[in-house]
């Protein structure tokens, strides 16, 4: 039986250019006042004025959710987080409050190698509880996508564990889960003194195991001067490239390396973080068909004020992706909407860019865009249901969880209350 959802105050479509959005195309929204979806199992089957679609189904009994007074969207893509590991670092969080610098926490073995170490003394069922109750509050939000990354392993055996804990959520979530490996993320304790013997592990047998075992689709890296160069990371993405997995990079955070630029001569889907880059690295950019994915909500935690240049990414024409980066460390928060008001308040993107740029763009970054990201018929049925009645008004009111329902290959799989 078909579903209808119907009347709601404006249905944000995003239907437009089937590229990533650049530009002016960063901001079309392409709303329906008013506005209706039909559903046939997993699929949108119209999308229109509600009278339009009411007409339509006239005579027939479908199954029906009121939005009246609510926006309908898109569910959000979040094409960059870190959510399986074991425990928080809150004590950490209070060292920056302190001012400790973050590379100072990581200098004296905490930051990433902290998540490390807690991974490696949990088990794959422990992860997988944890993370089953993450995954669920995404869901809750309005996510219906997520990029999943392993990086808290650092070594084979650690590595598969938690690329198998993904796999198996998989069959435990509705969310959309897609995996990348991310060993090198930073150089374990037992190789702080042997970098090159830590790349050949990865590159000679992370890889080619990970590759095979169609455990990941994408393969990330860390590029930071201190943790992998220029060249290093080179070396990492041809042997993944070789086995057939995507590229994407951990880009100009800390420093700027260059990283943006390599992205691009690799051909990366996407070149993520980006707060240190310079305007002829944003030229070479545009110039390209790597997305910009930026992370607004770690600069945000780490009390930081140098966010990515959204504006002049926008205005020069690159494709802007926004994500949570959720992670114990630097940025827990699982809450797209609030990477919306970040994104607004502090990098200028207007509210309809921030929404560009956390759904059809996303998917964009996750090669996903053809079947997720809009709401256009024959894509899958992956919507939420805002509780506001202009889509202004979810990064307006920042802090705050507008999400009603959401909705997966055209099932319930969230409802508020």
């Given at each position: ?87 928080s670092r809150h004590d950490e969080y209070e060292l920056i409050i302190r001012g400790t610098r973050y590379q100072e926490i990581a200098e004296s073995g905490g ?23 993450r995954l669920a509050r995404f869901l809750e939000h309005g996510t219906t996508a997520l990029e999943v990354k392993s990086g808290y392993g650092l070594d084979l ?64 890296c860390f590029v930071e001067p201190s943790i992998f160069s220029l060249e290093e990371t080179e070396q990492v993405c041809i042997s993944a490239r070789s086995q ?174």
């Open positions: 039986m078909d579903l209808l959802v119907s009347p709601c105050s404006q249905l944000l479509t995003l239907l437009g250019n089937p590229s990533p959005r650049r530009g002016s195309c960063q901001g079309e929204l392409s709303i329906i006042p008013d506005g209706a979806v039909l559903i046939e199992d997993e699929t949108i089957k119209a999308i229109g004025p509600a009278k339009e679609l009411e007409g339509r189904v006239a005579g027939t009994r479908p199954n029906r959710i009121s939005a009246e007074g609510c926006v309908v969207m898109p569910g959000f893509v979040d094409s960059h987080s870190h959510p399986i590991f074991a425990r930051g990433i190698l902290s998540s490390v170490r807690a991974v490696r003394e949990t088990s794959k069922s422990r992860l997988l509880e944890l993370s089953r109750t055996e650690n590595e598969i564990k938690l690329l198998e804990v993904v796999q198996d959520l998989q069959k435990a979530t509705p969310l959309e889960l897609i995996p990348t490996f991310l060993g090198a993320h930073e150089i374990p304790e037992e190789y702080r003194s042997r970098k090159r013997q830590y790349i050949e592990l990865v590159t000679e047998q992370m890889i080619p195991v990970i590759a095979g075992r169609h455990l990941a689709e994408f393969c990330d057939g997995l995507k590229i994407r990079l951990h880009a100009d955070q800390l420093s700027r390396s260059g990283a943006a630029r390599l992205g691009v001569r690799l051909k990366a889907v996407s070149v993520d973080h980006l707060e240190q880059i310079l305007p002829e690295d944003i030229q070479v950019l545009s110039k390209s068909a790597t997305i910009a994915t930026l992370l607004p909500g770690s600069v945000f935690h780490l009390g930081l004020n140098h966010y990515a240049p959204a504006r002049a990414l926008i205005d020069a024409g690159v494709p802007v992706a926004l994500a949570t980066d959720f992670n114990p460390g630097s940025s827990p928060t699982l809450n797209m909407q609030m990477i919306l008001s970040i994104a607004c308040a502090q990098m200028r993107m207007t509210p309809a860019e921030a929404i560009v740029a956390t759904t059809i763009n996303g998917a964009h970054a996750l090669c996903r865009a053809n079947r997720i990201g809009s709401l256009e018929p024959g894509k899958q049925a992956d919507l939420c249901i805002m509780d506001v009645e202009d889509y202004r008004q979810i990064p307006y009111f920042f802090g705050m969880n507008h999400c009603k329902m959401t909705l997966k290959k055209g099932r319930i799989v969230y409802q508020r209350g």
